[in-house]
């Protein structure tokens, strides 16, 4: 097998950088592919070539095998790497990478598809000798025939997509009550992310360890395991905190876990990069749950404490080498965490989100992996993953300690997402302790959802108004009318601020500024030192009741954009000053219920003519590979419906119209 020399990457963004970054050392031409939406993104300018594959969807561009082939023969690549996700475990594209002559970066096409379909892969894995959970996999099995299973499984259980993966198409049943419900609606999300609604059943295991095992195979037969990683904080079944080691596992457990992983590999041929994912119950027995054919988005914790680079390995087995490294030989040094910081809100059940990037800082103490770059823009449609913040230490503690001081000192503006999230988790005394499983993140929601305060950032955010618009001489709205140079008269504000709205005054003297409004004793900002660093990007420092700080301010319509300094979650501050009030909408019934982002619709739940009350769901909309309810905000009668089951929807386009309860 000769050695790559020119290769296409069928990824985008920090997965795509993240490959450019192993294989240019490795003196391997690089190629990169983007859809219309991705044209300035950094992979595309970082890789010596790119080509547009097509439109923004990415079943019209990512999703595209033709175009990724036609693609890597016109500029004459001999291999390509998928990443993860997008085509990453499709058979079908490994063996249309087989028959153009074009070697792919990891598995057999045989091995993918056994391992894709979970029935097929828990068959082989029993064959091999892996523990696996009780459960019913009949492809064709009826409602009826699943129903009858679960019943003999015995609650609760556990809906699986057979062609799943990313936690999609996953739903825990409590109670046959239930079990149709969530049968359907795992089924309708199977078949949206995957174009197949095929389920299986598992006895659930209730807060159980989420443990996967590393693996590398070569082409020669030789395979070693490099450890496990614990991914056993999840949002939706999917993960957002992983480290390496587990602290759930000993050595006498690493090695049976890491044995049954390899009996795995040689039971499939398996070559490459893979992962062989367990459940861990509390009195220590594991079972096996699936097996990715690909590189994971933790993959960097295992090469932070084994200092082995994954992904150049996966280069140089695809190269026909052979894998040097030996199992008795592989050593783990500290412990490393990853956040996965993602565009979206915990508060409003981990929304997704999208906007513009104001503002991007990553701690340059801690590994980043990332495409944000200030000026850019977060869209709808693809994954809400943004950046992998990843930190190793000497212990576990300290690693828990250096990952919330990195989120602390990372500033993202300009949309929500869960910075904050994130370092509360890793703050945590529960996690810090290391005694959790799968239900940490439902078991301690309040703490970790818990508002913050926006007192300090409302007031930034009322005196960068009054200085703006004294400092600029522009006009101010008529309530604000009346100012004088030679008399410090104050400035009457409107601010909205996590959902409160503050009625503010602002009084100028010399340098200082004081601010009513925002509790029993006015506020004082001393030393006001504004700093343009950038296009409608502002740094503020200032003393606040005898406490300096640093702000970050960013204009964004009717609104500022407020970080503090080490504070990860930046405050939205609305200008209502500027509205009238009819524009506020204040106790006003709305009628028009628009989509909240781009996305899909999976169910429509209402008709014309039916009253709903306060929290009714209306329809179900699919958008960064995650399924959203949109609800009623009050009772009502739906006056009209103007979407079906799979129409595409624009932000803010309107679904379902409500008129008053009479």
Same mark, same amino acid.
């Given at each position: 097998?000769?050695?790559? @020399?020119?290769?296409?990457?069928?990824?985008?963004?920090?997965?795509?950088?993240?490959?450019?970054?192993?294989?240019?050392?490795?003196?391997?031409?690089?190629?990169?592919?983007?859809?219309?939406?991705?044209?300035?993104?950094?992979?595309?300018?970082?890789?010596?070539?790119?080509?547009?594959?097509?439109?923004?969807?990415?079943?019209?561009?990512?999703?595209?095998?033709?175009?990724?082939?036609?693609?890597?023969?016109?500029?004459?690549?001999?291999?390509?790497?998928?990443?993860?996700?997008?085509?990453?475990?499709?058979?079908?594209?490994?063996?249309?990478?087989?028959?153009?002559?074009?070697?792919?970066?990891?598995?057999?096409?045989?091995?993918?598809?056994?391992?894709?379909?979970?029935?097929?892969?828990?068959?082989?894995?029993?064959?091999?000798?892996?523990?696996?959970?009780?459960?019913?996999?009949?492809?064709?099995?009826?409602?009826? !025939?699943?129903?009858?299973?679960?019943?003999?499984?015995?609650?609760?259980?556990?809906?699986?997509?057979?062609?799943?993966?990313?936690?999609?198409?996953?739903?825990?049943?409590?109670?046959?009550?239930?079990?149709?419900?969530?049968?359907?609606?795992?089924?309708?999300?199977?078949?949206?992310?995957?174009?197949?609604?095929?389920?299986?059943?598992?006895?659930?295991?209730?807060? $159980?360890?989420?443990?996967?095992?590393?693996?590398?195979?070569?082409?020669?037969?030789?395979?070693?395991?490099?450890?496990?990683?614990?991914?056993?904080?999840?949002?939706?079944?999917? #993960?957002?905190?992983?480290?390496?080691?587990? $602290?759930?596992?000993?050595?006498?457990?690493?090695?049976?876990?890491?044995?049954?992983?390899? #009996?795995?590999?040689?039971?499939?041929?398996?070559?490459?990069?893979?992962?062989?994912?367990?459940?861990?119950?509390?009195?220590?027995?594991?079972?096996?749950?699936?097996?990715?054919?690909?590189?994971?988005?933790?993959?960097?914790?295992?090469?932070?404490?084994?200092?082995?680079?994954?992904?150049?390995?996966?280069?140089?087995?695809?190269?026909?080498?052979?894998?040097?490294?030996?199992?008795?030989?592989?050593?783990?040094?500290?412990?490393?965490?990853?956040?996965?910081?993602?565009? *979206?809100?915990?508060?409003?059940?981990?929304?997704?989100?999208?906007?513009?990037?104001?503002?991007?800082?990553? !701690?340059?103490?801690?590994?980043?992996?990332?495409?944000?770059?200030?000026?850019?823009?977060?869209?709808?449609?693809?994954?809400?993953?943004?950046? #992998?913040?990843?930190?190793?230490?000497?212990?576990?503690?300290?690693?828990?300690?250096?990952?919330?001081?990195?989120?602390?000192?990372?500033?993202?503006?300009?949309?929500?997402?869960?910075?904050?999230?994130?370092?509360?988790?890793?703050?945590?005394?529960?996690?810090?302790?290391?005694?959790?499983?799968?239900?940490?993140?439902?078991?301690?929601?309040?703490?970790?959802?818990?508002?913050? /305060?926006?007192?300090?950032?409302?007031?930034?955010?009322?005196?960068?108004?009054?200085?703006?618009?004294?400092? /600029?001489?522009?006009?101010?709205?008529?309530?604000?009318?009346?100012?004088?140079?030679?008399?410090?008269? $104050?400035?009457?504000?409107?601010?909205?601020?996590? =959902?409160?709205?503050?009625?503010?005054?602002?009084? @100028?003297?010399?340098?200082?500024?004081?601010?009513?409004?925002?509790?029993? /004793? $006015?506020?004082?900002?001393?030393?006001?030192?504004?700093?343009?660093?950038?296009?409608?990007?502002?740094?503020?420092?200032?003393?606040?009741?005898?406490?300096?700080?640093?702000?970050?301010?960013?204009?964004?319509?009717?609104?500022?954009?407020?970080?503090?300094?080490?504070?990860?979650?930046?405050?939205?501050?609305?200008?209502?000053?500027?509205?009238?009030?009819?524009?506020?909408?204040? =106790?006003?019934?709305?009628?028009?219920?628009?989509?909240?982002?781009?996305?899909?619709?999976?169910?429509?739940?209402?008709?014309?003519?039916?009253?709903?009350?306060?929290?009714?769901?209306?329809?179900?909309?699919?958008?960064?590979?995650?399924?959203?309810?949109?609800?009623?905000?009050?009772?009502?009668?739906? *006056?009209?419906?103007?979407?079906?089951?799979?129409?595409?929807?624009?932000? @803010?386009?309107?679904?379902?119209?409500?008129?008053?309860?009479?």
């Amino acid at each position: 097998m000769p050695r790559i @020399k020119k290769l296409l990457i069928a990824n985008r963004n920090e997965i795509a950088r993240r490959i450019l970054r192993a294989a240019q050392p490795l003196g391997i031409a690089t190629v990169a592919v983007y859809s219309e939406a991705d044209a300035q993104a950094l992979h595309v300018q970082e890789a010596d070539e790119a080509y547009c594959i097509g439109p923004a969807p990415s079943l019209e561009s990512y999703l595209r095998i033709d175009k990724l082939i036609e693609t890597a023969l016109k500029a004459g690549a001999d291999a390509i790497h998928p990443g993860y996700g997008f085509v990453s475990e499709s058979p079908a594209f490994a063996q249309a990478c087989a028959e153009a002559g074009i070697t792919l970066v990891g598995p057999t096409p045989q091995a993918i598809a056994d391992m894709a379909d979970k029935a097929c892969a828990k068959e082989i894995a029993q064959q091999a000798g892996l523990p696996c959970i009780p459960g019913f996999s009949e492809p064709n099995a009826s409602v009826a !025939d699943l129903m009858a299973a679960a019943q003999r499984i015995g609650y609760p259980v556990m809906i699986k997509a057979l062609a799943g993966g990313g936690g999609r198409g996953m739903r825990l049943v409590l109670n046959e009550s239930e079990f149709a419900s969530q049968l359907h609606s795992a089924q309708l999300e199977a078949k949206n992310a995957f174009n197949d609604d095929r389920v299986m059943l598992e006895k659930a295991i209730i807060n $159980p360890r989420h443990i996967e095992i590393q693996v590398l195979a070569d082409t020669h037969g030789h395979a070693v395991h490099l450890g496990e990683r614990d991914c056993s904080v999840q949002r939706r079944h999917q #993960k957002i905190v992983e480290e390496a080691p587990s $602290p759930a596992v000993n050595s006498e457990l690493r090695a049976r876990m890491g044995e049954a992983a390899l #009996k795995l590999v040689h039971a499939t041929n398996y070559v490459g990069a893979g992962t062989v994912e367990f459940l861990l119950d509390t009195q220590g027995d594991f079972y096996f749950i699936e097996m990715n054919t690909r590189l994971q988005v933790e993959h960097g914790v295992t090469e932070a404490i084994t200092g082995i680079d994954l992904v150049q390995w996966q280069l140089r087995i695809a190269s026909g080498e052979q894998l040097t490294l030996q199992q008795e030989h592989i050593r783990f040094n500290g412990h490393a965490i990853q956040g996965r910081l993602c565009a *979206e809100d915990p508060a409003r059940d981990f929304m997704p989100q999208t906007g513009p990037v104001l503002a991007w800082q990553a !701690d340059p103490h801690s590994r980043c992996d990332h495409a944000l770059q200030m000026g850019g823009e977060v869209s709808p449609w693809y994954d809400s993953l943004l950046a #992998k913040v990843i930190v190793h230490a000497d212990n576990r503690l300290a690693a828990c300690e250096k990952l919330a001081d990195a989120l602390n000192r990372t500033v993202l503006v300009g949309f929500e997402h869960n910075a904050l999230y994130l370092q509360r988790i890793a703050s945590h005394p529960v996690f810090q302790g290391g005694e959790f499983g799968t239900g940490f993140l439902a078991e301690h929601a309040e703490a970790l959802l818990q508002a913050q /305060t926006k007192i300090l950032e409302c007031a930034v955010a009322a005196v960068f108004l009054a200085h703006q618009q004294n400092t /600029t001489q522009a006009a101010w709205p008529s309530a604000l009318s009346g100012f004088s140079s030679t008399r410090a008269l $104050p400035r009457p504000l409107k601010l909205k601020v996590n =959902g409160n709205t503050h009625q503010i005054k602002v009084n @100028k003297i010399s340098n200082d500024y004081t601010v009513d409004g925002l509790g029993d /004793t $006015p506020l004082l900002l001393a030393n006001w030192q504004p700093a343009v660093t950038g296009q409608n990007v502002h740094k503020i420092q200032s003393t606040i009741n005898g406490t300096s700080a640093q702000y970050l301010v960013a204009l964004n319509g009717n609104g500022i954009w407020v970080q503090r300094w080490l504070n990860p979650q930046a405050a939205f501050i609305e200008d209502e000053s500027l509205l009238s009030a009819s524009a506020l909408g204040e =106790g006003v019934f709305q009628p028009n219920i628009t989509s909240p982002m781009n996305g899909k619709i999976t169910q429509v739940l209402v008709q014309p003519g039916q009253q709903v009350e306060a929290g009714t769901v209306l329809v179900c909309l699919e958008a960064m590979k995650m399924e959203h309810r949109i609800t009623a905000k009050s009772a009502a009668v739906v *006056e009209a419906v103007h979407v079906n089951v799979g129409d595409q929807m624009k932000l @803010k386009q309107i679904m379902v119209q409500l008129k008053p309860t009479q």
